[in-house]
């Protein structure tokens, strides 16, 4: 099961940053935050992640809570193209690979 | 680069048949992962392969199955389809080395297979 909560939609006004929260207050040390989108029909795509600081790429930006047990991702200034289900992972890695296990997301809609 | 590409796009097949489906992944990526995605279930890994051995594998039944080659594209084969494997199956490939940090997975745009 995921070890997310997020909300199940949200709506932007373009032009305007979105900010996404999710909770993991289960969040383990050795856990790190992915954050992926999917568009309608199209693979997941790779956003962001972190495990305790604050990131920052040219996508998007990824503020964690000191206690690590909720993270938001902001999209500073969102267009009509983020329109997409935006999914919050908590994700152990280590040497090797680990599974990414997606929970429901958050639609974001983007409005004109 | 070029990205992780899936054939076929799109497969109907019915029930009882099997199926086939490939996947290439990044120059370079030595992990592939296989994921289904269905309204009802969201998405759920299914396994994963890397340098051709299954290293992880989620809760499905044992008409899935894949293997990997040693240039690293895999195909991941269903089957006696039933009318729930109707979905769209995802390929992400990584390089699946990473030593204490994370290992990105880049996903293809996945193969819709409807089942009659």
């Known amino acids: 099961d995921a070890k997310t909560t997020q909300p199940p939609s949200m709506d932007c006004a373009e032009g305007r940053a979105a900010n996404l929260p999710c909770n993991h207050s289960t969040i383990s040390g050795n856990e790190y935050v992915y954050w992926y989108r999917q568009i309608h029909s199209q693979g997941p795509q790779y956003i962001i992640h972190?495990?305790?600081n604050n990131e920052t790429n040219e996508m998007a930006s990824l503020i964690i809570t000191e206690d690590r047990k909720s993270s938001t991702l902001i999209l500073p200034h969102a267009t009509l193209r983020d329109t997409a289900v935006y999914y919050c992972i908590v994700r152990v890695t280590h040497s090797g690979n680990t599974p990414l296990v997606f929970g429901k997301g958050t639609r974001l809609s983007v409005i004109a | 680069k070029a990205g992780v590409t899936q054939t076929p796009r799109y497969l109907i097949k019915t029930r009882g048949q099997q199926v086939t489906l490939s996947c290439s992944p990044i120059?370079?990526?030595?992990?592939v992962s296989w994921y289904q995605q269905t309204p009802g279930q969201g998405l759920q890994f299914l396994f994963e392969y890397f340098s051709e051995t299954q290293r992880n594998k989620g809760n499905f039944p044992g008409r899935f199955s894949g293997r990997q080659f040693s240039n690293s594209r895999s195909e991941m084969n269903v089957s006696t389809l039933e009318l729930g494997d109707s979905a769209l199956y995802l390929c992400?490939?990584?390089?699946?080395?990473?030593?204490?940090?994370?290992?990105?997975?880049?996903f293809g745009p996945g193969t819709r297979l409807t089942v009659l």
């Open positions: 972190g495990l305790k």
């Open positions: 992400a490939s990584s390089q699946g080395n990473a030593v204490g940090g994370p290992d990105e997975q880049f």
């Open positions: 120059s370079g990526h030595r992990s």
